[in-house]
């Protein structure tokens, strides 16, 4: 069975299954130790207490990224349908969330060619050159070759798709690296 990996279609439903199974796990984990030391000991002055305290910063944090990802989506499936033959033939990724420093972004799809890096968004089509200005300045600053193109239409990003699949492959490591870049910084 092939592991699913981030950028992957599969991923986001998958890591947002996890994540939740984990938290509850380790609430379940830490809450259980603290019961057992209370119901052993009469009192909650014992070693189990601390043990289930410092058992509640792991479960924190994993609350902490359950949130992120249960406010989110991913790609759906209807538009996986609509983009998968276009974008299945560049180097990509599929549903991912970019965290900006004052928004978060959902991309249904992010291609790379030729140091050209496209995503299409679902949420804030009105701020989409903020994001465009936040990918250049992230390729910029890991001195990366590359210019970003953030697309709220659908349509016009299957074009621009067109237009590109056309070219040839100038530069697969750096096209890589920059699909690296982008599932770096997304959730």
Known sequence: M???QKGDFAYYNYKKKMVVFLTVLYFALAIGLYVIGYVTTGSNKNLLTIVAVLGMLPASKSAVSMVMYLRYHGCNTEDYEMLKEKVDSF????GLVFTTYKKNFEACACIVKNGYVYACISNHPNDADELKKHISDMIRQNGL???AGVFT?????LKRLSDLEKKDD???ANDEALLTLMLQLSL
């Open 2 to 4: 092939k592991k699913v």
């Open 91 to 94: 180097v990509h990724a599929y």
């Open 145 to 147: 070759k590359g210019t």
């Open 153 to 157: 239409n659908k349509d016009e990003y």
């Open 170 to 172: 100038e530069d697969r």
